[in-house]
């Protein structure tokens, strides 16, 4: 190599090579680590293009269907056969719109006006109907409870009373006054006799207590009331219920958080349906990772199937590994009202929160929330539909450019890594050094011998040293093919090999043998592989 201007370009050439190289597998392999495990059976998340502006879970509206606000305009979102997303969207049925909403149906919707009143609309031929005043008295929220055989129940309620009727569209609701006052939240569900349960909280004095109340059929009196359960609001904060029938028994779900550490548990109540006096408490774990359960579980929702199998939905902390962690959807399932699993159905990489299932013909749709911020929500969805599984279980273009957009952030831990190997080149350094000063001549007459020698100690003390990249934390984010002592020896050899042959190259380009400056250039490029590679599982940053 005598052109000195391609000799000094080649200089550099091994240091890009191996950049662009060990680049292109570490940008694979972030990709797979990021994406994968997938959340078989359901496909990987969809993110639907219009924002959410409140806080609170989608509406189901029908098969397949859901609905949320965005803005000054309703979004209708149906998922077809394949899993594929179309949406509709429809103006505020009342300007005056800014609190609670419910969705009786694809072309129905209540809601609370600013006026405190409860009023109703429908969709018909492109547009709302007047809206239409349900009830006189001033509403603080309203709740909707859908039961088997098609019926919705409305639940409406103020400080000091209860309001349940039967809502059918174009007919005037009858309404039933239950004298419960002081409810904060309610929730509700439908038997197959028509009997409606709710469990709803009250807080006094400092506590909260949950309950339950049994109404009968259409007239929608009260025949079972009793307290559930009395939390202390100085040690426990009571943030969400939920209530669901699993054959004949009762399972309500609460969730709590501690003030001093803002950790949330999960809680089952379970109870025969009409004996709430016989509910156990029990605390519900749901493991993250290896011999750790999560400390975060938010907006559990219970769902129902066709064939009758009762589900819990929540949001809770999944950990893959130290810089992975997400908040994501899980799915309980319950058997003779116990807890018999639960299984992670989503994989984004982001906050879940409100998730809903919705289980119709043989095929389950999950919807959740992501905050972007206090006034905005993206909304993904998944389904476990096979074409949408075929088509979404995979790695994209998107997947990749994310990868190497991330990578420089793992790669900055090199800068102090490659002080490590400052080990492997003292002992060679000082053979060279003593030789060039006490035994110049030989130094200068047997290059290869001397290059060979100190090459030698240089790989002996590289390997004495491999414990150095096989700390804990880096081997928890290695794949397990890369974790076996003989793995990183061979690694590290084709390392020195790649380095050496490149070396032999470049030492073409000098006038004169150089052992010391050949050695130097050796170890440089060897580090420089090195700690490249190793810099992917040794960062500490978080994604």
């Known amino acids: 190599m005598k052109n000195k201007v391609w000799w000094k370009l080649y200089t550099y050439a091994p240091f890009l090579a191996a950049l662009l190289v060990i680049g292109m597998i570490h940008t694979l392999m972030l990709a797979n680590e990021e994406a994968k495990p997938y959340p078989e059976p359901f496909g990987r998340a969809t993110e639907l293009p219009q924002l959410a502006t409140s806080g609170e879970s989608v509406q189901l509206v029908g098969e397949s269907s859901f609905s949320y606000r965005s803005g000054q305009a309703l979004q209708y979102v149906r998922i077809d056969e394949t899993g594929q997303s179309s949406s509709e969207t429809r103006p505020l049925p009342d300007p005056g719109l800014n609190f609670s909403y419910r969705l009786i149906q694809e072309d129905g919707t209540v809601w609370i006006g600013a006026d405190k009143k409860l009023y109703a609309s429908e969709w018909t031929n492109g547009s709302w109907s007047p809206k239409k005043l ?134 089952s109540l379970t109870f ?63 058997k003779e009202g116990k ?15 409100y998730p809903v299932l919705v289980s119709d013909k043989g095929n389950t749709l999950a919807i959740w929330l992501d905050p972007v911020n206090p006034e905005s929500f993206r909304i993904f969805y998944a389904t476990d539909q096979l074409p949408y599984q075929e088509k979404m279980n995979k790695l994209s273009a998107v997947d990749l450019r994310k990868a190497a957009e991330t990578l420089p952030l793992l790669w900055g831990i090199g800068l102090l890594t490659s002080l490590l190997g400052l080990k492997w080149i003292v002992l060679p350094g000082m053979y060279l050094l003593a030789l060039s000063a006490f035994w110049q001549y030989h130094y200068d007459a047997r290059p290869r011998l001397h290059f060979g020698l100190s090459f030698g ?28 002592v003989w793995v990183h020896l061979m690694l590290l050899i084709a390392f020195a090999v790649l380095a050496y042959v490149s070396t032999r190259i470049w030492r073409n380009g000098l006038d004169d043998r150089n052992v010391g400056l050949e050695m130097f250039y050796f ?21």
């Open 523 to 543: 170890a440089l490029l060897d580090g420089f592989i090195t700690n490249l590679w190793y810099s992917y599982f040794m960062s500490p940053a978080s994604l």
């Open 457 to 484: 100690l240089y790989i002996v003390v590289k390997a004495l040293f491999i414990g150095d990249y096989r700390k804990a934390a880096a081997l928890q984010v290695m794949p397990d093919f890369l974790q076996p």
């Open 339 to 353: 807890l018999a699993s639960s299984a992670r159905i989503s994989q984004f990489g982001g906050f879940a929160e």
């Open 134 to 267: 349900l009830i006189e008295n001033d509403i603080t929220d309203v709740q909707t409870v859908n039961g088997s055989n098609g019926i919705r129940v409305l639940l409406a309620y103020n400080e000091e009373e209860l309001y349940v009727g039967a809502y059918q569209a174009q007919e005037r609701i009858e309404w039933s006054k239950v004298e419960i006052g002081g409810i904060k939240r309610i929730q509700g569900v439908l038997d197959s006799t028509g009997s409606l349960s709710l469990v709803y909280t009250m807080s006094s004095e400092g506590n909260v207590a949950i309950h339950f109340a049994k109404l009968e059929p259409e007239s929608w009196k009260p025949i079972v009331r009793s307290k559930l359960k009395e939390l202390n609001l100085v040690t426990s904060k009571l943030d969400d219920v939920a209530l669901g029938l699993d054959g004949s028994s009762l399972i309500t779900i609460y969730t709590t958080s501690s003030p001093k550490t803002g950790k949330s548990s999960l809680y």
């Open 272 to 334: 025969p349906v009409n004996h709430p006096e016989e509910a156990q408490d029990e605390l519900l774990n749901i493991p993250v990772s290896a011999g750790i359960d999560s400390d975060t579980i938010l907006h559990p929702a219970f769902t129902k199937s066709t064939s009758g199998e009762v589900s819990l939905v929540v949001s809770s902390v999944y950990e893959k590994n130290r810089r992975l962690t997400s908040q994501e959807v899980y799915k309980l399932a319950f």
